[in-house]
């Protein structure tokens, strides 16, 4: 057993004396000026954690030629730290340029992660010392050694024919105090570096042209419609593309690059807090939650009250400059997110249940709402399915575990918000059509309403009509009846010149009386058409006033009863009112038939008269309840007067 141990050992012993000696002969990266694409830093990284964060260059140079930098253990380009309090991490690695002639090597060594406080890079080699920086996002913008939205130095290696190849070491100093340090270290062949970068600008191009092009449509339909569903919908978007902006150091780019104080105020999480209260918002009118119809509405809002005030609260302490703030802000806000994901999660979950048992048990609308739901459920299930796992890669992060795969964070954000982009739009426009066939059949359900009231009108008009002209044949007609018999009786018996013209004059009422009694419910319009009924009338207005010629063309087609009574009458009083314009000698009424279209002209030749408001409002309530166009001409040769209306092809009942 001894024997066995001591052979244990002797193995362990010599895996561990090979394995540092490996490590010693990969610390070097040989660059050759042709070289393209990435250059593979995993396995070259050494790291060193300065707990006090006052050690100079020099001292960590020596901390690094004594062997106490470690090899990095990450399984990829991302460097993983925790939860910093005020160390200062370095980071170590060793270039050398070949010797086969006279060139030079251009590499970019990108930092993929915009949120650093300070970095700085120093080389240390060929007899010379050269730092860049210090950069970050409390410095200017314009600070940084290469504009770009993360942190890139410029590097360059020069070799020499004949000369042996000089090592280059290179000491990059990240300092995050009280935050989860977290980025990717990348070496790049310029040229590469240049054909990925203006691609990925290209993408996020894309990508602003699709979120403004959808905000204005959202601004053409808020303005369009009063719909304020479409401001908070581009709240949302804008709030989520500013989180995105920041994470991935856009905004501290184009925005704000004069103004670093503002990254202090933490906008990648205040951003997110923003696009909650408007997430819950647009929620709410997307499926039409209010204090009426839901019991977590209220809840609902306590949250957004809460969230919106916490917002109110960072902003006030970090304007106020409160003093320690930047030992606890950063895990008060971070862990302050990672709790209201899983509270709108459950707020949110349960609206959709609630409202999908609300849509369930209505009777008309059940399938508007419950697709509605529907709707936004798939963006949800696609949105806190992207959260999660963003909440995965935070947790990783603030532990130091290192991840298996490159992506950062706000990719899978970004891919989030397109999906929830394609989701909720399209639900908006399905809301829209909807809503917009819903107003039509409001519309039309108005129309047949006011149809149905037309007709109850004319049929109570027809009826008041038909009373009347009965109460005045049966009443008043037997009593003038009568008095003319007695007038009769007194001219035999005394020659009266008065009572001959009282006589008279009773003849004329009576013959008065039966023309309103005819006018008011003509037996022609049950019996015959309504050419004979107008022809009839003219006839009759001709005998005691200005002579009535009527004309009819085309072939007669029947309008309706109602339509029909209501033409007549219509014709009547423009027959009566021509009458009576002065020095008028004659009147033509003509009722012209075409293939569509039905037109009824009243012309005379007498002096131009405008029409008083109890007549001008009269026959246009007629040509209202007809609908038909009314055209009213008055010139030095006369007043016209024209009716236009469609014949149906079916006769209404």
Known sequence: MKRAGYLWFLLML?????????RQRSKVIIVRPDAAGEIPLRGHLYHFADSSGQLSLKQVFDRQ????????????NRQDFGYNTTAVHWLYFELEAPNDGPQQSRLMLEIEYANLDELQLTEVGDG??????????????????YQNNNYVFPIRLRSRSGVPAARVGYFLRVKQPHAVLSFFIRLWNRPAFVASDRTEYFLWGIYVGIICIVLVLNMVMLLALRDWIYLWYSLYLHFMTMHLFSDAGLGFQYLWPTAPRLNEFLPVYLYVWAGMVAQTTFMQYFIHQNRHTSRVY?????????????????????????PGREEYMYQLVSVSTSLFVPVIAVLTIMSLVEASRRERKKVSGKRNGET???????????????????????FCQAQGWPLPFDVETYVVLGITVIADLVFFTYGLTYRYSRAKQHNQQ????????????????IASLQDESQRLAQDLHDDIGPLLATAKGYLSRLARTDQVTPLQQAQILIDE???????LSHQLLPKQLDQTSLVNAIAEAARKAGIRGVPVQFVSLGVVRPLGSQREQLLFSLAIQLIRNAQKHPDATEVIVQLLYHEEQLNLSVEDDGQPTNWGETDGANLRAKADLLKADLLIDATESGNSVMVSLMIPDTIPA
């Open 509 to 515: 009422a009576a013959d008065e009386l039966r023309t």
């Open 14 to 22: 010599t895996f561990t004396v090979s394995a540092q000696q490996a």
């Open 128 to 145: 010379r010392i050269l730092t860049a920086g210090p950069t970050g996002d409390r410095f200017l913008y314009s600070q940084r050694p």
């Open 442 to 457: 409001l519309e039309l359900d108005l129309l047949n309403s006011r149809q149905v009231a037309q007709q109850q009108v």
């Open 65 to 76: 030629q004594a062997g106490q930098f470690q090899p990095t253990t990450s399984l990829t």
């Open 372 to 394: 509605m739901v529907r709707f936004y459920s798939y963006a949800l299930a696609v949105q806190f399915t992207g959260y999660m796992v963003v909440a995965i890669m935070n």
């Open 298 to 322: 209220r809840w609902v809002n306590a949250f957004k009250i809460f969230v919106t005030a916490a917002l109110v609260g960072v902003i006030g302490v970090q304007w106020l400059k409160v």
